[in-house]
């Protein structure tokens, strides 16, 4: 009477590797250096360099119109310049003694007050301009053109891309395994944590953190993946996590050795994933079950799944 077929049973052949744990978040690629710019006054707005638009320091990107001010600075200039008249042509007379060296001077205070006047006038139409605070990208305006902004309203961001990062809400829980400097990776590319705030933030109930990225790639406003590194072992022993049996509630193996089954049990360590560490029980080299556990017993014989081998059998 033939033998029945031996189980067959999938293996991996322990290895040490480096091994790390990571915690796996969302983050937002923002610009470092923005500046949000807001109306200092009432008016419509007139708008010079458009959103998108590369722009230098100084330049000027907007501004409000308000005929009332623009006006007001008109009749400043022209009160000043009445003012300024009236007094060079009393220091003229007064050297003649046509008239007191008093009304000289109220003369003068007048076009001293004149010109502080004038000033504040062009102080507050100045105001109304939106010049770029440094070199970058012009933003989306928070109105259209011709539209009324009002004093106090948001009117335009400008940002710097060539210098991005990615802020990331980070569960306060991990503050014991994650700190400042601690491995991120973002979009494949190794970085640190550049900033964490140890303090739990109020509308999020998380811990706000960024990391300095170099993407020139990256949309400024993008959601992408984030891997905090919270834990690393060097040279460890890892395994597939499927690989682990509960005997007794503890965790154990099974092995092939001479092509017979091994129960051993083990002591693990960090988890990523689908693997797992192995701090005490295993050896490198030896052949951990990943599949095919069921209905093993110690001193059992099986057979090792090759897949080239098995493929050929079963198509003969």
Not at 92 to 115: D, H, N, T, Y
Not at 198 to 220: F, R, Y
Not at 226 to 235: C, D, F, I, M, P
Request: overall charge neutral; proline content about 6%; glycine content about 6%.
């Amino acid at each position: 009477m033939p033998l029945p077929p031996k189980k067959m049973v999938e293996v991996e052949k322990i290895t040490r590797q480096d091994f790390q744990q990571t915690i796996d978040l969302l983050g937002t690629v923002n610009p470092k250096h923005t500046a949000v710019m807001t109306a200092n006054g009432t008016g419509i707005l007139d708008i010079f360099i458009p959103s998108g638009e590369k722009t230098k320091k100084g330049t000027l990107l907007a501004k409000i119109i308000n005929p009332e001010l623009e006006n007001h600075v008109m009749l400043s200039q022209k009160a000043e310049q009445l003012a300024k008249s009236q007094y060079e042509r009393l220091t003229l007379l007064v050297k003649k003694g046509f008239v007191s060296p008093r009304e000289v001077e109220e003369k003068k205070q007048i076009w001293i007050q004149a010109q502080k006047e004038l000033s504040r006038a062009k102080i507050e139409a100045e105001n109304l301009k939106f010049y770029a605070p440094f070199d970058g990208i012009v933003g989306a305006y928070k109105k259209r053109e011709g539209a009324l902004v009002s004093s106090g309203e948001p009117v335009v961001t400008i940002y710097d891309p060539s210098s991005l990062v990615v802020d990331v809400d980070i569960p306060c829980s991990n503050l014991d395994s994650i700190h400042e400097g601690s491995i991120a990776y973002v979009l494949g590319k190794r970085y640190r944590l550049t900033h964490l705030q140890k303090m739990l933030d109020e509308s999020t109930h998380m811990c706000p953190g960024d990391i300095e990225i170099d993407c020139n790639a990256c949309l400024v406003g993008n959601t992408v993946r984030v891997q905090l590194v919270s834990a690393e072992r060097k040279n460890a022993l890892v395994i597939p996590f499927q690989a682990l049996v509960l005997k007794d509630s503890k965790p154990h193996v099974y092995l092939v050795e001479e092509g017979k089954i091994v129960l051993k049990p083990v002591k693990t360590g960090l988890r990523q994933k689908e693997q797992i560490e192995i701090l005490q029980g295993l050896q490198p080299g030896q052949k951990v079950v990943s599949k095919g556990q069921e209905q093993l017993h110690p001193g059992m014989e099986v057979s090792i799944y090759q897949p080239e081998t098995y493929s050929q059998t079963t198509q003969s």
